[in-house]
């Protein structure tokens, strides 16, 4: 007999990739490293290492290595995929390292593969071959149906709202009609942070919450001290979105290193360009330096009700502790 009560915490892709509440950390570049995975994993969320375009295929390895020393819950691994085509060919391929993290990723059979930037398609047959999860961070309702075209086994809708790199689209209006659009989960990212976040999204009909700027400000997210504070200091109005970062539209923290690029933006190179010879500098002088002037600082509006730095697992507990209210008191309603 069905359970007529059943838990609105233990949505489908919880039992699709076996974790035991629908909150999902972003894999974040430089920040999003093996301690903070393995602390939300094992709280019962999706922990996950962020490769960025910095990382390379042997520390993966040892990423991966290290969360399985800590847990031995399921964690996902996050991976740009950035293309280069060859001089005088119209194919794109992935690049270098990017083979490299796929091939490291299928290799230990990470149990989630996120595509956080650009098309899986290439590593999608080899990774279900290995039992591995495929999901595909989106912002717009094309980039949906081309990812579940790619063979992608959930998505990742993104607005506006949330920090690092966004589409055009709100979260507000992006997740409802990309759940309509799909028959594939849905998970709702985006100026997300808390319990009533993580209930309107699955009053939106998503299946759970992808959270960034939250996990940042951790106790276990590698990131300086200052970045920390910067977010828990920021107001949701203090942000603004930029090419200077990677030559795609980033939503970052306001500060000197924006305003800069803010009066440059015929200066800005295309993606990757810009990141390698501008962005991943100034991260590290932001996101690891503690620069909060000078550097990259991604966050997205959700800063606005981000009001301390707390241990990771606290961070995930809180949040269900909050939906389960939430719902609670709308069904009180």
């Known amino acids: 007999m069905a359970d007529s009560n059943p838990d609105p915490m233990r949505t489908p892709i919880c039992d699709a990739i076996g974790i035991d509440y629908p909150v999902l950390q972003a ?17 019962g969320g999706l922990g996950v290492i962020g490769t960025g375009l910095s990382m390379r295929p042997d520390e993966l390895r040892e990423q991966i290595r290290t969360v399985r020393g800590v847990t031995d819950k399921p964690f996902g691994v996050d991976i740009l995929f950035a293309t280069v085509r060859a001089k005088g060919s119209s194919v794109a391929s992935y690049t ?21 930037l650009g098309s899986p398609r290439g590593a ?3 990774a279900h ?4 999860y495929v999901m595909s961070v989106i912002g717009a309702e094309r980039h949906a149906l081309k990812a579940v075209n790619d ?7 993104s607005g506006r709202d949330g920090g690092g790199h966004v589409g055009e689209v709100g979260t507000a209006a992006l997740v409802p ?25 699955l009053m939106w009909g998503a299946q759970g919450v992808w959270l960034g700027t939250r996990f940042i400000a951790t106790a276990e997210a590698g990131a300086h001290r200052n970045y920390k504070a910067k977010i828990v200091d920021t107001g949701s109005s203090g942000t603004v979105v930029t090419r200077a970062h990677s030559g795609k539209p980033c939503r970052m923290i306001r500060n000197d290193f924006t305003d800069y690029w803010a009066e440059r933006e015929s200066e800005i190179q295309p993606y990757p360009r810009q990141a390698l010879e501008v962005g991943n500098p100034a991260s590290t002088r932001g996101r690891l330096e503690g620069d909060a ?6 966050a997205g509006q959700s800063v606005g009700v981000i009001r301390a730095v707390e241990p990771a697992g606290d961070v995930v507990r809180a949040i269900v502790e909050q939906a389960r209210a939430a719902i609670a008191a709308a069904a009180g309603l």
Do not use: F, H, Y
Not at 99 to 116: A, D, K
């Open 124 to 126: 999608v047959s080899e």
């Open 293 to 298: 002037e000078r550097g990259v600082l991604p």
């Open 96 to 116: 270098d390292n990017v083979q490299g993290l796929i091939r490291v990723t299928l290799e230990e059979r990470v149990p989630v593969l996120i595509s956080g």
């Open 27 to 43: 894999g974040m570049g430089m920040i999003a490293q093996a301690e903070l995975a393995a602390a939300v994993s094992e709280a």
């Open 177 to 201: 009609s990309v759940v309509a659009a799909l028959d594939v989960p849905v998970i709702a990212a985006g100026g997300l942070a808390d319990g009533p976040g993580l209930a309107a999204a």
């Open 129 to 132: 071959e290995r039992g591995i």
């Open 151 to 157: 063979g992608v086994d959930a998505v990742i809708a």
